[in-house]
């Protein structure tokens, strides 16, 4: 067998153990099951990020700038929908940036902590038993967006908010 074909089959081989090793821990570390699709487009989105080389010194040497969002009630909506969440808490609401808040738009990074409201649900079996009432679970949203460079701050177009990570903070479920 050719050397570049041994090297190339071995690249695919890397990839794809990778992919089965990132599939796995996200299950674990989450325990939830995997949403494929938003795995491997975050990775693209962040290595296509990291590859901007006009933007080497941005991304990797500068820190966030914070900026005041003008419109954090649309945003928060958008994100309480878009991460199939029962809300957002504004006071948490804030976005940064590594662009140049000199120009016209810019990509912004979002957070904000959101919750579920109290689950109801049976105890130990379907048929009976307990009826269980938990406490509010706390998630940290995570997202990014374009948004219009204004005087006082910036407006964030919602229909480029997306979603990069939901991160269960708090849940005191058992069973």
Known sequence: ?????????????????????????????TAQPPDIGKLIDMQINQISAFL???????????????????????????MKNRAQIDGINLATLTAATYGDTNSETVTVNITAMGYKENLTRSGT??????????????????????????SKGVEIDVTTIKIISVSKIYSNTTG
Do not use: C, R
């Not at 074909?5 to 299950?27: C, D, N, R």
């Not at 901007?52 to 909506?77: C, F, M, S, Y």
């Open 1 to 29: 067998m050719p050397k570049i074909l041994k090297i190339i089959l071995f690249i695919i081989f890397f990839v794809l153990f990778f992919e089965a090793g990132l599939i796995s821990s996200y299950t674990i570390v």
């Open 52 to 78: 901007h080389l006009e933007d080497w010194n941005t991304n990797i040497i500068a820190k966030p700038k914070a900026i005041k969002i003008l419109n954090p009630e649309l945003v928060a909506e958008t």
């Open 125 to 150: 079996n379907k048929t009976g038993g307990q009826i269980v009432i938990a406490p509010t679970e706390t998630y940290t949203v995570t997202a990014t967006a374009t948004a219009k460079v204004k």
